[in-house]
């Protein structure tokens, strides 16, 4: 335990020492990204390849950093590299220091002889801070996560030593918008004439750090089976983060009988397509491996205010959003919808929904349909709107321990003059696709669409 904790203090000195270097003797600036394993050691004896990408505000998609072999067990990205997706940050947000965007970063790594891949890990880090001098991050990998794919497939090429493996993009299956769209957070349906007033509220609250997470689709020659009409049988994956903040978002209102609300923030999301390809003397092996990101890459917010609002009414693109979900009714043991209804005058808190439905501790409070939003946007139907409508991505705190999205729904029964004193059964829309933890697979509620009946 003393040799474990002697070097668990070599690491972190060592690190710190980087940073000294770069910040105090040499006039540099950028990232420098130091690659360790689960428990913090250093990999040895591993030998790395690497793809860094990141968020550019002032184009659609990612920017392609860095591709190649890493050099020992850290790799330092110049200024010079990230300087134009930095400055068009800067530009937006020309005094915070608050705030991050990510690196997207993919790894290919031979370990005691085997052969293992990431296909998407992120780390975020402040554009501004970046600007004036070394932002040092430390990437953790955990080779026995469901983000590391062991790769028997790739041992006999011999990639490591001739030839270059990268992800290239597939800009047909891509989409990104190009501006700050409403995005719904919250829907209530309120669906019948003989029923209650339904009350609820969300807000995020300031003191916790939110996170917008990616969901990575990780499947064997996807493109070929959307052209071909297949529906991918896939467990996503929710990967790294790719923005975040601390910021404050808040709303509330009646639901009258046969009414609907939805709440919204405004963002841009996108989806990305790639395939993995091996270059040996410039030509590409495709291996038949393919993935798919779907995130958010900003929000619009005015100072520490999220932009958003709510409607009444049903979004737009409320029939992609049914396309890639199913109902199912409410039933959260323990709770007062343990009945899977709302008698009159109770109240459910959503922490006590995503708690059910967060059954591994992947830290997911709200799913934002971001694949049903793009379809609907970029006018995507058949196999592909199908696959798109059923990826959505978490939206929540940045510890599992917190609750950062607070809120209800409330049974008022009759209340202004309008409604009856009946229960509400309470139904949710939960994605088609289960998606994949460490220890199995969970549902992602949805929208978060609640119908009251």
């Keep these: 335990m003393r040799k474990v904790a002697l070097l668990l203090i070599t690491t ?19 990232v420098f990204i130091l690659l360790t394993d689960s428990y913090g050691f250093t990999l040895s004896n591993a030998d790395i390849r690497i793809q860094i990408e990141a968020l550019p505000l002032d184009k659609q998609f990612t920017t392609i950093i860095f591709r190649g ?3 020992g067990t850290s790799i330092f990205i110049d200024y010079d590299l990230i300087r134009d997706v930095v400055e068009g940050w800067i530009k937006t947000y020309p005094n915070d220091e608050g705030y991050e965007t990510s690196l997207f970063i993919s790894l290919w790594i031979i370990r005691d002889g085997e052969v293992y ?26 080779f026995k996560s469901n983000l590391c794919i062991p790769r028997e497939d790739l041992k006999n090429i011999g990639i490591m030593q ?6 290239d993009p597939v800009p047909e299956l891509s989409w990104e918008t190009s501006s ?42 996807l493109k070929a089976k959307l052209y071909q009409g297949i529906i991918p049988d896939v467990n ?28 919204y923030i405004k963002a841009r999301i996108g989806h990305a397509h790639y395939m993995e390809a091996i270059y040996c003397g410039g030509y590409p092996y495709y291996t038949g491996k393919e993935k798919t990101e779907d995130y958010v890459k900003d929000i619009q917010v005015s100072g520490s205010k999220i ?12 029939s992609k959003i049914l396309d890639g979900s199913q109902e199912e009714k409410c039933i959260i043991p323990g709770t007062v919808l343990s009945d899977g209804d709302l008698d009159v005058d109770e109240l459910i808190y959503f922490g006590e929904i995503f708690d059910w439905y967060d059954t591994y501790d992947q830290d997911f409070e709200i799913g934002i349909p971001v694949g049903a939003i793009l379809s609907y946007y970029f006018g995507i139907g058949g196999t592909v709107g199908s696959f798109l409508n059923r990826l959505a991505v978490t939206f929540s705190s940045g510890h599992s321990a917190s609750i950062f999205v607070v809120g209800w729904l409330e049974n008022l029964g009759q209340e202004a003059g309008s409604g009856y004193d009946v229960y509400e059964d309470i139904y949710i829309r939960i994605s088609k696709y289960r998606y994949a933890a460490p ?6 509620p949805v929208g978060v669409y609640f119908r009251c009946s």
């Design 12 to 30: 972190l000195l060592s690190s710190f020492t980087l940073y000294i270097i770069f910040q105090e003797l040499v006039v540099v600036r950028g």
């Design 69 to 71: 072999r890493v050099n």
């Design 117 to 142: 891949s990431f296909p998407l890990q992120t780390l975020t880090y402040n554009p501004l801070k970046a600007s004036r001098g070394v932002v040092v991050k430390t990437l953790k990998l955990d």
């Design 162 to 167: 001739e030839c270059v493996i990268v992800w």
């Design 180 to 221: 700050y769209i409403e995005v719904p957070i919250l829907i209530v349906n309120n669906q019948n004439s003989y029923s209650g007033v339904i009350g609820t509220s969300i807000t995020i609250i300031t003191n916790q750090i939110s996170e917008f997470k990616v969901t990575l689709v990780f499947c064997d020659n």
């Design 236 to 263: 996503p994956l929710i990967s790294g983060v790719s923005r975040s903040g601390y910021y404050y978002y808040g709303g509330s209102v009646y639901v009258f009988p046969q009414q609907v609300y939805h709440f």
């Design 307 to 318: 932009v958003g609002g709510r409607r009444q009414g049903f979004p737009a693109y409320m």
């Design 439 to 444: 220890q199995g697979t969970f549902k992602v």
